[in-house]
């Protein structure tokens, strides 16, 4: 692996503002940005925006303004918004500043002096939704319509400046050919690969019709066309205000699937002409899928109603209002909702594929991945100590957990290596599993009562876990790995070019150091509160857009009625529409969907059983359900179980039914879920759910 890495996302037209979408993108380039930076590699993120061309000077007339006040204003949104979930470009590029006029004019005379830049006439069909040539094949018919904008191509008879393509099909194949990861993933180079053989046909690459654009040197009636313009910004971007020319070629271009032709067809093309060998080419052009929000399709309506940004604040709210202390415990808190909108972007679809990101989902994997999992694997081991115990001698139990670390480090960066941001997480996650796990078995709970050295151990080896999750977890939530750091008692991460500070085997603490145990980092939510967000984020109708419902007013009133639509579907989404009853069945009165759902149901593992002297019937359980030591459950179930069968299932327990006292100091925090069979009881297992998983 290089020591420098160098990550870029699509430049972003300026006729929208940031959305999911290029929310998506610029994330995942921040991911692996930090991930190198970790590595201890220089490394460098460029995102910009794309300001020129036909389409942003339509949409600046629209608004009644001037092309350039129109980009200073939006351009100013994009730059503000990447902070805002939690991006750090290094640089951000408008192709409307000097500095990249000045090179691309340049790239152009090169260009243009080695014999593949020459006057013509184009004659055709120019879509200017997507800034791209089409021929009638391309298209739908009847009525030439493009097939992505849904509105009939333009055609088009003027002068141009034509690039000689057809030159390249040949130099790009053997490029493909001895480069097989040049295009990510690879399915993606097969449709490269047979675009290119069908032939290449020269491309226009000026206009003269409009004047939004940089001009062609010594022929200033020619606007260039924007992406001979926009695909330079990957290079021009690096040689002003300061040389980091040093970073040519660009390990990896991340876009969509929509616009992979441009990036391994045209962009390649244009620096071989230009005279860069191979090796100045880029390495890599990964094209990821496409999202939808709760199964619809991206559109304008869609885009306009769901912000990242406003989704990631209402959950730092709602994580706050959660607080023991309210949301005046949270004050100053970093926001842990942009984490969480990262993290599942991340997770939840798979980088590389077309998948669905829905606030559903999102609440779902912030209750068990993030809470049950993570947050709680926290909570389980800091009330134990108030500094680093001592470790004493390692059994089997600390080999094996440091065995999962090693092989979930390794694997995780073997998949960042590869830009492969949900796999690095599922390995990740393999650990806080196994770190859980291992909490159930060496039972930090009975050590304390009985052997104070052996708890040290247990606590000491968790401790150093939980650095290394947070160490590992940091590209893609860089607050979270902050808080756990601070009350691990931690310093925040120092990079350092040339250190690697990727845990490839567990750290090792000095006992004696300070934690600070601190609020939960991601509380439990209110059902009340998740149906309220689920309720102004719900989509809108499929059969609202586009037309009249594009208006933002619309899409509000939409949003309502959407919740409604979607819950028939999938009557976990509370806030449904009442349907009307249907036929009579055998059973007990319905009950309101909202009395179901404050059930607190959760999965408990049994950690210890025992018989209740004198009272057959009963057993004295002890089930962590993820409140950091286990509840206390006394159930009736000793004619159909031994104690030992049940140490070590998942089981589901109800966790807010009033406390139960069956005398003698016997009281129960919670109740089994069984079913009777056969005449024997049996307990209602899972095979694989973390301690405190939300049963819905
Ligand atoms: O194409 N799912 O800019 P653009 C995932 N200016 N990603 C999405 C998405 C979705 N539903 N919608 C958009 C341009 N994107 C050119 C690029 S580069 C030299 C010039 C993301 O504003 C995805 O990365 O239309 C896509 O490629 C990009 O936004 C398109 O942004």
Same mark, same amino acid.
């Given at each position: 692996m290089a020591s420098r890495f160098y990550v870029t996302t699509p430049i972003y037209y300026i006729n929208d503002v940031p959305h999911l979408g290029t929310a998506y993108t610029t994330i995942a380039a921040d991911v692996l940005c930090r991930y190198h930076r970790l590595r201890g590699h220089e490394s460098r993120m460029l995102t910009g925006t794309d300001e020129h061309g036909l389409k942003i000077q339509r949409a600046a007339e629209a608004r009644g303004v001037a092309p350039g006040a129109h980009a200073d204003e939006i351009a100013a949104v994009f730059r503000a918004t990447w902070p805002k979930l939690g991006c750090a470009p290094d640089d951000f590029i408008r192709t409307s500043e000097p500095r990249h006029k000045k090179a691309v004019q340049e790239l152009w005379s #090169?260009?243009?002096?080695r014999g593949d830049i020459y006057l013509g006439h184009y004659e055709g069909l120019y879509c200017v939704g997507c800034e791209a040539y089409y021929t009638e094949k391309d298209l739908e018919q009847p009525g030439n319509v493009c097939p992505l904008h849904k509105k009939p191509a333009e055609s088009v008879k003027e002068e141009s400046y034509f690039f000689r393509l057809s030159r390249y099909g040949d130099a790009l194949l053997d490029y493909y050919k001895r480069n097989p990861t040049f295009v990510q993933p690879a399915s993606r180079l097969n449709e490269v690969v047979s675009f290119v053989r069908e032939g290449l046909q020269d491309l226009s690459v000026s206009r003269t019709t409009f004047e939004w654009g940089i001009p062609v040197p010594d022929d200033p009636k020619h606007v260039m066309y924007v992406w001979f313009d926009a695909l330079a910004n990957y290079m021009t971007a690096l040689r002003e205000p300061e040389d980091?020319? #040093?970073?040519?070629?660009?390990? +990896?271009?991340? +876009? $969509?699937?929509? *616009?992979? #032709?441009f990036h391994a067809v045209y962009w390649p093309a244009f620096l071989l002409s230009a005279g860069y060998g191979e090796a100045e080419l880029p390495r890599q052009v990964f094209a990821h899928g496409f999202l939808t929000y709760s199964g619809q399709k991206m559109s304008k309506t869609l885009r306009n109603t769901i912000s990242p940004v406003e989704v990631a604040t209402a959950l730092s709210e709602a994580a706050a209002a959660a607080l023991p202390g309210g949301p005046g415990a949270a004050a100053g808190a970093p926001l842990v909702g942009v984490d969480v909108v990262r993290y599942c972007l991340m997770r939840a679809i798979s980088f590389g594929q077309d998948g669905d990101f829905s606030l559903q989902d999102v609440l779902s994997r912030y209750g068990s991945e993030l809470g049950n999992a993570l947050g709680n694997l926290l909570n389980r081991v800091l009330p134990f100590a108030e500094e680093v115990p001592a470790k004493g001698a390692l059994g089997p139990l600390e080999e094996e957990l @440091? $065995? @999962? %670390? /090693? %092989?979930?480090?390794a694997a995780a960066a073997t998949a960042f290596d590869a830009n492969q941001p949900t796999r690095a997480l599922d390995a990740i996650w393999t650990v806080i599993a196994a770190a859980n796990l291992y909490i159930d078995k060496a039972a930090p709970w009975v050590a304390k009562k009985t052997d104070p050295a052996r708890l040290g151990t247990i606590i000491a080896t968790l401790i150093e876990q939980l650095e290394a999750i947070s160490v590992m977890i940091s590209p893609v939530m860089p607050v979270v790995a902050g808080r756990m750091r601070e009350q691990l008692g931690l310093p925040p991460i120092a990079f350092e070019e040339g250190s690697d500070r990727w845990p490839m085997a567990l750290?090792? /603490?000095?006992?004696g150091e300070k934690l600070h145990r601190g609020s939960p980092i991601f509380p439990r939510l209110e059902k009340e509160k998740e149906a309220e967000l689920l309720a102004r984020f719900a989509p809108p109708r499929p059969d609202a857009e586009p037309g009249k419902a594009d208006a933002k007013a619309g899409a509000k009133v939409d949003a309502q009625a959407g919740a409604k639509a979607d819950s028939k579907a999938a009557p976990a989404a509370s806030g449904g529409a009442e349907v009307a009853a249907p036929p009579a069945r055998q059973g007990k009165s319905p009950v309101a969907f909202d009395d179901f759902a404050r059930l607190d149901l959760r999965i408990g593992v049994v950690t210890s059983a025992e018989r209740v002297k004198k009272k057959d019937r009963l057993l004295d359980l002890r089930v962590d359900t993820g409140d950091g030591a286990p509840r206390r459950i006394i159930s009736g179930i000793a004619a159909s179980y031994a104690p030992e069968e049940l140490v070590g299932k998942r089981i589901v327990v109800i966790c807010n039914l009033p406390p139960r006292d069956f005398g003698k100091g016997l009281v129960s925090e919670g109740?089994?879920?069984?079913? =009777? +069979? =056969? $005449? /024997? +009881? /049996?307990? *209602?297992?899972v095979e694989d759910a973390a301690p405190g998983t939300p049963v819905f």
């Open positions: #090169r260009i243009k002096a980091n020319t #040093r970073f040519w070629p660009a390990d +990896v271009h991340l +876009v $969509g699937k929509d *616009i992979l #032709r @440091a $065995g @999962a %670390q /090693r %092989q979930a480090a750290p090792s /603490r000095a006992p109740m089994l879920l069984t079913a =009777e +069979v =056969e $005449g /024997r +009881v /049996r307990t *209602i297992t």
